[in-house]
């Protein structure tokens, strides 16, 4: 689901942090305390090779993934993503993931939406699959409705960039406006599709799902090719992999830069070890504390919250994640910084890492 989100505007300590936390408590919710056992979402990682994860081997972790990093990459996704397919093919089994994003571009003109979009063409054991994503220019959870005055325009735009996506594809989608918000669902009602990242407008992500292996290599390929002459941030995602076969990966030209990305089982107080494991680019999220905003707000309207600690080469910071706005617009930032005791800034994470 989408969500608003703010983060704090100066770096701070972990005993800031834990101050925080105590302050919450004051007021009567319950955040996690120093030995607490949490889960801390690892991303951006970068390492020289997939051996540099045994930095982590003091903490438990899962769903860890190698990321293989191009910018400014302007060669030929057919012949990256045939290669990534082959190495795959000689490794997968039920717990392999192997994806590649690549941007496209929907050459209707838009006003709410992001020219710029993205696309997954992933493989999994037995199936592969091609997602589609859009982005928006702001941001409009479900159940919002500072947005209604325009929302045949939204529809509209979500509705042509959805369908650009799919005739260069050439899938049997079909899209249609129910209850007020754009609906998209295979013509084969069989056939695996899921949509996600739900606003309040619709989804903005599909997927569609196949059991030949090879039937979007070449339509990804086309719609990726929507982002030429432009130089294009490219990413594999890898999952489930020994080292060993991490480096046959690892051999795929041209060469890429290595990130991981995991979630680490461990006590809040040891956030600090991790943020230093990860140094110089990785950066940590985690959760201090998940509410209702009524409890402190009773006047405003009931949205769900979460205070999360964020770790990155600049420090420490505190985010908050709500599913909407409880206050009107101007009122949140200060509400915010009243509940934190630090100045905010609006922060919406980026669609496409």
């Known amino acids: 689901m989408r969500e608003r989100r703010w983060e704090t505007a100066a770096p701070m300590t972990f005993a800031q942090v834990l101050a925080v936390g105590e302050r919450l408590a004051a007021l009567g919710l319950k955040p996690a305390v120093p030995a607490k056992d949490i889960i801390c979402y690892v991303e951006e990682w970068t390492v020289e090779s997939p051996e540099d994860f045994d930095g982590l081997d003091a903490w438990a972790t899962e769903d860890v993934t190698l990321v293989h990093v191009r910018?400014?990459?302007?060669?030929?996704?057919?012949?990256?993503?045939?290669?990534?397919?082959?190495?795959?093919?000689?490794?997968?089994?039920?717990?392999?993931?192997?994806?590649?994003?690549?941007?496209?571009?929907?050459?209707?003109?838009?006003?709410?939406?992001?020219?710029?979009?993205?696309?997954?063409?992933?493989?999994?054991?037995?199936?592969?699959?091609?997602?589609v994503r859009l982005q928006t220019g702001e941001v409009v959870t479900p159940g919002e409705t500072r947005e209604d005055a325009r929302r045949e325009q939204w529809l509209e735009e979500r509705r042509t960039a959805f369908l650009e996506a799919i005739t260069t594809v050439g899938l049997p989608i079909e899209t249609a406006v129910e209850k007020e918000q754009l609906v998209l669902r295979p013509t084969d009602p069989s056939v695996p599709f899921f949509c996600s990242w739900p606003d309040a407008f619709g989804p903005c992500q599909f997927e569609y799902n196949t059991s030949d292996a090879y039937e979007f290599l070449v339509p990804a390929s086309q719609l990726a090719a929507s982002y030429a002459p432009e130089a294009a941030g490219v990413r594999a995602y890898l999952t489930g992999f020994s080292e060993e076969t991490l480096d046959e990966f690892a051999a795929i030209e041209p060469p890429a830069r290595f990130a991981y990305r995991c979630s680490v089982h461990c006590p809040l107080d040891d956030l600090p070890e991790i943020r230093s494991a990860i140094e110089p680019e990785g950066r940590l999220y985690a959760t201090l504390c998940e509410f209702q905003t009524q409890e402190l707000i009773p006047e405003g309207e009931d949205a769900s919250a979460i205070i999360g600690i964020v770790g990155s080469p600049a420090g420490f910071a505190i985010e908050a994640r709500l599913n909407k706005a409880p206050l009107k617009e101007e009122l949140m930032a200060g509400w915010l910084e009243r509940l934190v005791g630090q100045a905010v800034v609006y922060a919406p994470l980026p669609a496409f890492v």
């Open 71 to 131: 910018e400014g990459w302007r060669g030929d996704f057919f012949l990256l993503a045939g290669a990534y397919h082959t190495a795959y093919q000689h490794h997968q089994d039920v717990g392999t993931y192997c994806s590649l994003s690549h941007p496209w571009r929907i050459r209707e003109p838009m006003k709410l939406h992001e020219n710029r979009s993205m696309l997954w063409l992933g493989f999994r054991h037995a199936h592969s699959f091609l997602r």
